[in-house]
Structures are given as structure tokens and as C-alpha cells.
């Protein structure tokens, strides 16, 4: 009687082990739950904010006009509807393709533009007068202002690059890029930008 009731305890417990070892595979692994949580928690959805020229498509080729072979005059630029939370605007135009775009070292900064009133829906070609209040930082050329696109070599990709913010930026003097950027942390409500490419004539 001894043994039967031992091997019938053993066999008890070798299906509740079975049963156990079940229910753990159907558990989704740490992993799997975390995704679900993720996405059942989503995020913030970004507003949207849209950037075009009437001067060149997105990544067509920017006109000689606004580089350093024309005018050099900034290129005409729109965005036809601001989010209605926005309190300002940011504009950075960069080169990530400096020198070479083929062996690439450094991104030159073109153009630095900062608390752009959100009553403006674009800026106009050549534009010398910015709307009233806007703030102008440093170019790599160690000035404010436009400079256009001027590659030393091969064609080269110019980034657009407009942000809407929930804040105006104070206390900035003639930023630079890197500047604008700290600044702007944790204050952009949308962004887009516009790519267009130059590669020189002569």
C-alpha cells in the first residue's frame, strides 16, 4: 500500500508541475508587455505644421539667384497654417553636407532666425524687413542674415528647417544654432522642413 500511495503522489505532482509549467507559457513575456503598455499610452501627438517655396520644390534644386553665383537673396518661404496653441516660430537653415558631401565633416549654418510672430504665414523673397519682433542669431559666417548656398564641391542638400513653439525665447542675443537649439528644447509644439540641393556652376 506504502509504494502504490507514494507512486500515486508522485504522479499527482508531476501533473500539477505540468499544469504550472502551462499557465507560465501562456504569460506574455516582459517584453511584449511593455510594448502593449507603450502603445496603449501612446504620446502626444505632434501638431502640423507645413513649410513650402514657391522658388523650388521640396528637394528640387534651389535657383543661382539665392546662392553665392546670383543675388544671394534669401528664397521666398511659406507655411500656411501655424498651431493655434503656438506663441512663436523658429527658422534654421543648415548644410549637413560641408565640405564634401561625399566625405562629410560638419553641417555649416545659413541662416538663424528666432521668435517669428505666428501672424506671419511665410516670408517673402530677398526679404530685408522681418516681421516686427523677430530675433536674428549668427550664421557661420559670424553674421545674422541670410547666406546662400555656396558648396565648395559636389551638390550639396540645404535643410529648411521651421519650428513652432509654445513660448516666446528671451534673453537670446545673436544665438547660434547650437544656441537656438538648447532654447527650443522642450518648447516645440510641430516641426517640417524643406530641403532643396545647389551644386556650383562654375
Known sequence: ??????????AMLLLAGACSETK???????????????????????AELNLKSPS???????????????K???????????????KSLALIVDD???PDPRAPKMVWVHWV?????????GLAEAIEALPQGTGEGLNDWKRTGYGGPCPPIGRHRYFFKLYALDTVLEGLSQPTKADLE?????????????????????
Not at 504569460?27 to 496603449?40: C, F, H, I, L, Q
Not at 521640396?58 to 553665392?68: A, L, M, R, V
Open 1 to 10: 500500500m506504502t509504494g502504490r500511495c507514494t507512486h500515486a503522489l508522485a
Open 96 to 98: 549637413p553636407d560641408a
Open 56 to 70: 523650388f520644390e521640396h528637394n528640387g534644386e534651389i535657383p543661382q539667384k539665392f546662392t553665392c553665383e546670383g
Open 72 to 86: 544671394d537673396i534669401s528664397p521666398a518661404l511659406q507655411w500656411p497654417g501655424v498651431p493655434e496653441d503656438a
Open 182 to 202: 538648447q532654447a527650443i528644447e522642450g518648447h516645440v509644439l510641430a516641426q517640417t522642413e524643406l530641403i532643396g540641393t545647389y551644386e556650383k556652376q562654375k
Open 24 to 46: 507560465e507559457a501562456e504569460k506574455p513575456s516582459p517584453a511584449v508587455k511593455a510594448e502593449e503598455t507603450k502603445d496603449e499610452q501612446g504620446g502626444k501627438k505632434m
Open 113 to 121: 532666425l528666432f521668435n517669428i510672430p505666428t501672424s506671419a504665414t
